[in-house]
């Protein structure tokens, strides 16, 4: 087992809370909760107690006491970090806290540099470092959905699938050398066909799994949409009744919205990260001018786009340039002012472009529910549906991902090549290290500080 000095760290929140916990873990851990907390009963020994249970006493610096609270012991190897872990309950004052880091540095323990507790974990092999990467994500997950695909991958789930097509590859580098060094008994008559069809499944694998990754992005940091539609369309108006304030100024003089604003709204769990363009028209005002330029900017990067369409006057020709403009995309059209007479026809809209339509009044709020149940709709049973599926949610295992593609189809070109087989074997362990990147397998030192630098304290 890795072996190291004892760390502390404060692992609650950093502002004033009922209760703080301050964690130790290391081999001293028990020695240094010794030296700091007193048990009140006088039957409690510290360095006695068992595993998984809890005392209550005093905390002390030297002869000063900083607190009372509750100690829990937890030993090696069913902890956390695989060591012993102490925690010390304290009350959640930053002054308290404080003064309880201070008593036990001096009794022996090491300030942790972030996600030290975890890499611990990992560098004692408890979790792979998927598995500790998500952990990050966990504390990090802003919605449900980050919530569900962190805990997946905490599961180990995305560690399985990984072990499963290393397994594949390990065999197949094995029987190669095996048949190359030991040609009696091993044949390779007819091997590279077959080695072609398991690394095809291995390829359409990886890709599977390379797919979940815009639509795990997606989920775990909210749908990229953008509101277009002419001036006065109402696009502000729409804003304020998602975020249900008046957070974007709204003015009857059109093109008043000059800038680019970004929210984040939360519709029955779905997150939508909404970005309310200045609206989309010729132009000669150099400042409306750049808010046209980005306001294009985000159409083209957007996963959904809400086009507001003021439903009181008729399409015109600045409606046909945005049309032009959005066609093809993820749709949803908005016909605003539904409280005022319709000069807008449902379906001349969708001849010019198709997706599904909701009447709305903005300022009434009539229409909202229909609204959010569409893009409920969309969501849950559309194209970016969330099931079981594993997703991949983290940039550096797509990138190890796609390192892994190119392998294998380097492999697939040496066998439509003719090539000798220890070719095969080369790429074959370059992707077998390319997955082994994503678990930690043969992650190298620095990579692992690199990860675990971006933790915060206390994990
Ligand atoms: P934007 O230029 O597209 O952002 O449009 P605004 O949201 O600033 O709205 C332009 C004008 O239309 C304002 O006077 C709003 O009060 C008005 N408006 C917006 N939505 C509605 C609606 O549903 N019904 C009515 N009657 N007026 C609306």
Same mark, same amino acid.
């Given at each position: 087992?890795?072996?190291?000095?004892?760390?502390?760290?404060?692992?609650?929140?950093?502002?004033?809370?009922?209760?703080?916990?301050?964690?130790?873990?290391?081999?001293?851990?028990?020695?240094?909760?010794?030296?700091?907390?007193?048990?009140?009963?006088?039957?409690?020994?510290?360095?006695?107690?068992?595993?998984? #249970?809890?005392?209550?006493?005093?905390?002390?610096?030297?002869?000063?006491?900083?607190?009372?609270?509750?100690?829990?012991?937890?030993?090696?190897?069913?902890?956390?970090?695989?060591?012993?872990?102490?925690?010390?309950?304290?009350?959640?004052?930053?002054?308290?806290?404080?003064?309880?880091?201070?008593?036990?540095?001096?009794?022996?323990?090491?300030?942790?540099?972030?996600?030290?507790? #975890?890499?611990?974990?990992?560098?004692?092999?408890?979790?792979?470092?998927?598995?500790?990467?998500?952990?990050?994500?966990?504390?990090?997950?802003?919605?449900?959905?980050?919530?569900?695909?962190?805990?997946?991958?905490?599961?180990?789930?995305?560690?399985?699938?990984?072990?499963?097509?290393?397994?594949?590859?390990?065999?197949?580098?094995?029987?190669?050398?095996?048949?190359?060094?030991?040609?009696?008994?091993?044949?390779?008559?007819?091997?590279?066909?077959?080695?072609?069809?398991?690394?095809?499944?291995?390829?359409?694998?990886?890709?599977?799994?390379?797919?979940?990754?815009?639509?795990?992005?997606?989920?775990?940091?909210?749908?990229?949409?953008?509101?277009?539609?002419?001036?006065?369309?109402?696009?502000?108006?729409?804003?304020?009744?998602?975020?249900?304030?008046?957070?974007?100024?709204?003015?009857?003089?059109?093109?008043?919205?000059?800038?680019?604003?970004?929210?984040?709204?939360?519709?029955?769990? %779905? *997150?939508?990260?909404?970005?309310?363009?200045?609206?989309?028209?010729?132009?000669?005002?150099?400042?409306?001018?750049?808010?046209?330029?980005?306001?294009?900017?985000?159409?083209?990067?957007?996963?959904? %786009?809400?086009?507001?369409?003021?439903?009181?006057?008729?399409?015109?020709?600045?409606?046909?340039?945005? %049309?032009?403009?959005?066609?093809?995309?993820?749709?949803?059209?908005?016909?605003?002012?539904?409280?005022?007479?319709?000069?807008?026809?449902?379906?001349?809209?969708?001849?010019?472009?198709?997706?599904? %339509?909701?009447?709305?009044?903005?300022?009434?709020?009539?229409?909202?529910?229909?609204?959010?149940?569409?893009?409920?709709?969309?969501?849950?049973?559309?194209?970016?549906?969330?099931?079981?599926?594993?997703?991949?949610?983290?940039?550096?295992?797509?990138?190890?991902?796609?390192? #892994?593609?190119?392998?294998?189809?380097?492999?697939?070109?040496?066998?439509?090549?003719?090539?000798?087989?220890?070719?095969?074997?080369?790429?074959? *362990?370059?992707?077998?290290?390319?997955?082994?990147?994503?678990?930690?397998? #043969?992650?190298?030192?620095?990579?692992?500080?690199?990860?675990?630098?971006?933790?915060?304290?206390?994990?």
């Amino acid at each position: 087992m890795f072996k190291e000095d004892t760390i502390c760290a404060i692992a609650t929140g950093m502002g004033n809370a009922g209760i703080g916990i301050i964690r130790i873990s290391g081999s001293n851990a028990v020695d240094i909760a010794e030296k700091v907390f007193f048990p009140i009963r006088d039957n409690i020994k510290v360095a006695e107690m068992k595993s998984y #249970t809890a005392a209550y006493g005093t905390i002390c610096d030297g002869e000063n006491i900083v607190d009372e609270g509750i100690l829990l012991l937890m030993r090696a190897p069913h902890t956390y970090t695989c060591e012993d872990v102490c925690e010390l309950q304290c009350h959640g004052g930053m002054v308290v806290m404080r003064k309880v880091m201070e008593a036990v540095v001096k009794a022996g323990a090491r300030t942790a540099e972030p996600g030290e507790f #975890t890499k611990r974990a990992f560098l004692n092999g408890r979790i792979d470092l998927s598995q500790a990467e998500s952990v990050m994500d966990l504390i990090h997950a802003k919605n449900e959905f980050a919530v569900k695909s962190s805990l997946m991958q905490l599961r180990g789930d995305l560690k399985n699938v990984v072990e499963n097509l290393r397994e594949t590859i390990l065999y197949n580098v094995a029987f190669i050398e095996s048949a190359l060094d030991d040609p009696e008994h091993y044949s390779l008559e007819g091997y590279p066909q077959k080695l072609r069809a398991i690394v095809d499944k291995l390829v359409t694998n990886v890709d599977n799994l390379l797919i979940t990754f815009d639509n795990g992005k997606v989920l775990s940091e909210g749908i990229k949409t953008v509101i277009v539609g002419k001036p006065n369309a109402g696009k502000s108006s729409l804003l304020n009744m998602f975020l249900g304030e008046d957070r974007a100024i709204v003015t009857d003089i059109a093109g008043t919205t000059r800038d680019v604003l970004e929210e984040v709204v939360n519709i029955n769990g %779905i *997150m939508l990260n909404i970005v309310d363009t200045a609206g989309i028209r010729e132009t000669s005002d150099v400042v409306e001018k750049i808010g046209v330029d980005k306001a294009l900017d985000y159409v083209d990067n957007a996963d959904l %786009i809400l086009y507001v369409v003021d439903s009181s006057v008729p399409i015109d020709d600045n409606d046909m340039q945005i %049309i032009a403009r959005i066609s093809g995309k993820n749709v949803v059209i908005i016909l605003n002012k539904s409280d005022l007479e319709t000069k807008v026809d449902k379906m001349l809209i969708n001849s010019y472009i198709s997706g599904d %339509i909701v009447e709305i009044s903005a300022t009434t709020g009539e229409g909202r529910n229909e609204l959010y149940q569409l893009l409920n709709h969309m969501f849950f049973e559309g194209k970016l549906s969330y099931n079981d599926q594993l997703y991949i949610t983290n940039t550096r295992h797509k990138n190890e991902l796609m390192a #892994t593609r190119n392998s294998l189809t380097k492999v697939l070109e040496s066998i439509d090549m003719g090539m000798e087989e220890d070719f095969f074997s080369i790429d074959l *362990m370059d992707a077998y290290e390319h997955l082994g990147l994503i678990i930690g397998e #043969t992650a190298r030192d620095d990579l692992a500080d690199k990860i675990f630098k971006e933790f915060c304290m206390g994990k």
